[in-house]
């Protein structure tokens, strides 16, 4: 089956930079849809970025122009490339890989930004 494993995150100051990488065991190339989500304490998990096998991408209004979303099939990796970094960026990151209605998830990883 398929499994995730996020990796990247950690403590940065408001303005820095992180980037995440979610590793796939299996092959991602038929995976349609591949995304990073994430979850603050008290809050819903949300989408925070989103990228089809076709290059498409999509992202929540609050990140645009600061995250960009990327995937590297022939290495089983999903990246998300967190820059300008906020306070309220503070989450549990989430990888997920929508295989054509089928979602799996990874752990998470902890990103955590200081003011």
């Known amino acids: 089956q398929v499994h995730l494993v996020e990796s990247g995150g950690g403590l940065v100051q408001a303005g820095g930079s992180l980037r995440l990488s979610c590793t796939s065991s299996a092959s991602i190339f038929a995976i349609n849809a591949m995304g990073w989500y994430r979850q603050a304490p008290g809050k819903q998990r949300e989408m925070v970025a989103r990228?089809?096998?076709?290059?498409?991408?999509n992202y929540v209004d609050s990140v645009k122009g600061r995250f960009t979303i990327s995937r590297d099939n022939a290495k089983n990796t999903l990246w998300l490339q967190m820059n300008s970094l906020k306070p309220e960026d503070t989450a549990v990151y989430y990888c997920?890989?929508?295989?054509?209605?089928?979602?799996?998830w990874g752990k998470g990883t902890l990103v955590t930004v200081s003011s």
């Open positions: 990228i089809t096998s076709g290059g498409s991408t």
């Open positions: 997920n890989a929508d295989s054509w209605g089928v979602n799996y």
